[in-house]
């Protein structure tokens, strides 16, 4: 795997010579109090041969959790690289890497639940930020609430319990010492909706997925393939200063109609770009289409 990397990660430079790449035999950073190193590591190790090191003593929760203790202050790309230079400045690496993960309406189908995950990478050798997002529609993020454990039947299904942990609080009300987050044992899962539901103002216990990476294998799967995305985005080099981190910076609307050639508002072109230059490519759409199908044209059927 090691030489695979390796002859991946050799690149033609702008003179068309073999250079290495400058990540290689280099570390990174990784801010995570959550075990995040074993989903991104291995893409940073086979594509770049980049070590993945994650500072002793970081606390990522200080920029807000999910369970909402702690609430977060920022949009998630702002906490992302907050978090990565948290990192940065515990290990001193001018190298550094994080990711937010947020859950919500998707952002094409808002009626499905999605789990937009984004990583974040800082060069500031280079002075350089690059970024790459995921969006995945397989979530497990499921939550209810109960009197008792036999009427968390389907709910835990749903769940996928007892992979996928969960956590359980009284409903109603927000008390520290009654949040208990990691909960695998069906045992404790049945003492602790009695003990919330006891301590509820209504009666009830808020039962919900923990969605925390180490607790989550969904969510992990999701972060092994985004760290292969962004790993793979800093394998590639700018063509004009050799900069990594080559990829698609934006979107161009307008394909033009097969018909009337007027400007439809389908994908035309995918821009690439560099983080360091104002270096940028045209390039066709990725599935090759031209023309758009003029019932898709707001001229020919309007
Ligand atoms: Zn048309
Ligand atoms: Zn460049």
Redesign the pocket.
Known sequence: MQQAGSARSEKRNAAGSRTTHPYVGRSVSLATKHGKEEQIAPAFSQRLQMRVEVPVGIDTDVLGTFTGEISRTGSPTETAYAKARLGMQLSGSPLGLANEGSFGPHPALPLLLADTELMVFIDDERGIQVQEMLVSEDVVAAQCTARTFAAVETFLARARFPSHALIVRPEGVLQPDLLFKAVIDPQRLQELITLCAAASPVGLAHIESDLRAHMNPTRRRVLSQLAEQLAQRLACLCPHCATPGWGVVDHELGLP?G????PTELLRAVIFGCPACSYREHHGRPDGLQHAD?GQ?P??NP
């Not at 018909?259 to 007027?262: A, T």
Request: proline content about 0%; overall charge neutral; hydrophobic content about 35%.
């Open positions: 109609c018909w009337c050639g007027q003029a044209c001229f020919c």
